[in-house]
């Protein structure tokens, strides 16, 4: 008898034995049916409409902050893979974090990518999904493979705590995580609040920040979440008129600017004290207060982006430009 047929021969025998129940196995099977709770969830991230008929089950992090939200929502089993640290994870995430395959150093290839099976891509910056590498948003839905950017590279006014808090959220609701994303908003809310309180009546400082350059400072604009950072922490961002993210200004701006402390960003091959030095050495840059008096901050470049770090930085930035406030 052939395997067919015999398959065919048991399903009949099986038939009366289905029909002759009471229901509660079509019950079931409507149950099964039915859609988690907040599925399906329909969000627009940077002008790429998805609809999302259940959680992804098979994702890849492109850039550390990113990597962080998802485990501080508890969503390492839906990892598949990670890429591209700017400096070390926080501690709460180190065990979670090892458990995850690093697809690369910095960002994977296409193929290596494509190697690792997702269904979703979440990208920190926009050159995770850069188009010469292939890895354009559109070039993986065409793969089947949905995509999330962080909001800070598509907000088209200046980039704020709200921008944060609708991160956190949108990534929570995507995976299923709402209310433990609720959770993680409400606490921040009120560490930003703390912070604001112990600020209140305190002139702010002026503050550049320096992240990287020789020729020239590139530096933390007015359009990014590092301002909003400053200005929670007590302080002014010199160069918040520069409409970028991040950006490029001239060390006669910086002279002219005067600001009293610098924020140095830590991240990557040169050291933080390597930047003092080349700032401290600079003789065009003797007289800038901050400089004459030595008066830096430090934060983790992972510190100053949309993540979930953005509420305890605010406090340890704050600490380091009105020290009362650590009291």
């Given at each position: ?116 099976n997702p269904d979703f891509v979440y990208g920190g910056y926009a050159s995770a999904f ?35 808090y609708r991160e956190v959220d949108e990534v929570g609701r995507t995976f299923g995580a ?150």
């Amino acid at each position: 008898m052939s395997r067919r047929r015999s398959a065919l021969m048991s399903a009949a025998l099986l038939l009366p034995l289905a029909l002759t129940g009471c229901g509660g196995e079509t019950e079931k099977k409507t149950d099964a049916a039915k859609p988690a709770p907040g599925f399906p969830y329909t969000v627009d991230n940077c002008g790429v409409k998805t609809t999302y008929q259940a959680p992804p089950k098979r994702a890849v992090t492109m850039n550390q902050h990113v990597t962080e939200v998802m485990l501080e929502l508890g969503l390492e089993k839906s990892l598949v893979g990670t890429a591209y640290l700017d400096d070390q994870v926080l501690p709460e995430y180190a065990k979670a974090y090892a458990a995850i395959p690093v697809l690369a150093k910095e960002y994977p290839s296409k193929e290596k990518l494509l190697a690792a099976n997702p269904d979703f891509v979440y990208g920190g910056y926009a050159s995770a999904f850069e188009a010469k590498d292939g890895r354009t948003r559109q070039e993986l839905k065409k793969s089947g493979i949905d995509s999330r950017l962080n909001l800070e590279y598509c907000t088209k006014s200046k980039t704020t705590l709200d921008d944060v808090y609708r991160e956190v959220d949108e990534v929570g609701r995507t995976f299923g995580a709402g209310d433990r994303a609720k959770k993680w908003i409400e606490a921040s809310r009120a560490s930003v609040a703390a912070t604001g309180e112990k600020l209140k009546g305190r002139k702010a400082v002026s503050v550049f920040v320096y992240d990287s350059g020789d020729k020239t400072a590139f530096t933390a604009g007015g359009k990014g979440i590092g301002n909003e950072l400053i200005t929670r922490a007590g302080g002014r961002n010199v160069f918040a008129d520069l409409d970028k993210t991040f950006g490029d200004a001239t060390w006669e701006q910086v002279v002219a600017r005067k600001p009293e402390i610098v924020v140095i960003y830590d991240y990557g091959k040169t050291s933080v004290e390597q930047k003092k030095q080349r700032l401290l050495e600079d003789p065009a840059l003797r007289d800038v207060p901050a400089i004459k008096n030595k008066r830096f901050a430090v934060l983790p470049l992972s510190d100053a982006v949309v993540g979930v770090r953005m509420p305890d930085a605010i406090t340890k930035l704050a600490a380091q430009l009105a020290p009362e406030t650590a009291r």
